[in-house]
Nanobody, 125 residues
Framework: QVQLVESGGGLVQAGASLRLSCVASGRTDNTYHMGWFHQVPGKEREFVAGISRSGLIAYYADSVKGRFTISRDNAANTVYLEMNSLKPEDTADYYC??????????????????WGQGTQVTVSS
């Protein structure tokens, strides 16, 4: 089992920055790709960013490319999402996810095995 706990969400104005953190505990040796997803009430959860176990491979949704950066510190079992130039449309609950398969990257929620409880991000215009 892997437990994920997100933090760092909040209310900011458009153009501001936030840094989300996700701390993993438990069987973290089985976590390969990590991802961030977001979800607006009434809509499906969507991929935001993913990162390989080594941290060398990062991939993003087109909507956040160039504004968001995903990184990880394996020694601290922590994944980060640096969000810059935030827009009102970035408003959502943000979830950290862990994939225990070593079969490469994925943008699909169904390919991730563990999820955090989410942290809310609200961007005002």
């Amino acid at each position: 089992q892997v437990q994920l706990v997100e933090s760092g969400g909040g209310l900011v104005q458009a153009g501001a920055s936030l840094r989300l953190s996700c701390v993993a505990s438990g069987r973290t040796d089985n976590t390969y790709h990590m991802g961030w997803f977001h979800q607006v009430p009434g809509k499906e959860r969507e991929f935001v960013a993913g990162i390989s176990r080594s941290g060398l491979i990062a991939y993003y949704a087109d909507s956040v490319k160039g504004r968001f950066t995903i990184s990880r510190d394996n020694a601290a079992n922590t994944v980060y999402l640096e969000m810059n130039s935030l827009k009102p449309e970035d408003t959502a609950d943000y979830y950290c996810a862990a994939r225990t398969s070593a079969n490469g990257s994925s943008r699909r929620t169904s390919d991730y095995d563990y999820w955090g409880q989410g942290t809310q991000v609200t961007v005002s215009s």
